[in-house]
């Protein structure tokens, strides 16, 4: 057993966490560890035991990633809020990905960083600007069962050398290449785990022209959890679409 214990968070935080896991081996697309039990301050959780990822691994967590991809949803959104770090995420459902993204993910975000001193009036209104031009910036999309927060330690390497999913409390129903896109903002796993994913998919890498746009709203939620060292990232995002 492998548990997480963490006081002062709020009360459906790691309840949030196992909502999100639980979604994603209900899938059955990739392994991920079981939930044992959760409390208020804390989840356990099937210790997977730690390894070194092999590439016959990461091309099994590429197609897995497709498959779980291939779980299209009515809606974008997910039965309850959820969290992206200590950010809560809010995932009321919504017919339209670009409004989904815009409303749920890049302004609420904004706001809180304007409201913190770590954005001024210019960059709110260039990412309002930027929101109300998504339609033409980004693919219309189907809503696919997404972990939500897929940076390289997230893919968490086995003792056995599999590759499963942790930290699910940002899962939800948005864009499948939102997920990739955040598998590259640090660090990103070999090519090997890209390819598995293209030929699984049946797509190719377009994605990446379109990674910084959508890695802007995890830009915006790292510049008000961790400060602004952030905000050039932001900016140059911004500025690079406008």
């Known amino acids: 057993m492998f548990a997480k214990v963490r006081r002062g968070v709020p009360a459906d935080f790691f309840a949030a966490e196992a909502r999100g896991l639980r ?5 059955g697309a990739m392994r991920v560890p079981a939930v044992l039990a959760v409390g208020a301050c804390g989840i356990a959780l099937d210790d997977l035991g730690h390894g070194r990822a092999t590439t016959a691994g990461w091309e099994r967590a590429g197609r897995g990633l ?10 974008f959104g997910f039965e309850s809020g959820g969290y992206c ?4 995420q809010d995932n009321t459902a919504d017919d ?10 890049l302004l609420p975000q904004a706001r809180r960083a304007f409201d913190a001193g ?5 960059d709110r209104a260039c990412i309002e600007r930027l929101c109300a031009r998504l339609p033409g910036l ?3 999309r189907p809503p696919v069962l997404v972990h939500g927060d897929l940076w390289l330690g997230n893919l968490h390497a086995c003792a056995d050398g599999d590759i ?3 930290d699910g409390a940002a899962a939800h129903h948005g864009w499948a290449e939102a997920d990739l896109a955040m598998a590259t903002l640090f660090g990103e796993p070999p090519r090997a785990f890209f390819a598995a994913y293209e030929a699984a998919a049946g797509s190719d890498a377009a994605w990446r022209n379109r990674a910084p746009l959508l890695n802007l709203y995890h830009l915006l939620n790292h510049l008000n959890l961790f400060g602004a060292s952030y905000r050039e990232g932001v900016r140059r995002i911004v500025a690079a679409v406008a």
């Open 138 to 140: 980004l693919p219309a």
């Open 96 to 105: 339209d990905g670009h409004r989904f993204f815009a409303q749920r993910r």
């Open 118 to 122: 770590l954005l001024d009036t210019n």
């Open 85 to 88: 770090g200590d950010s809560p």
């Open 23 to 27: 979604a994603l081996a209900q899938a």
């Open 66 to 75: 497709a498959a779980l991809h291939a779980r299209t949803a009515a809606r």
């Open 164 to 166: 499963a999913l942790i």
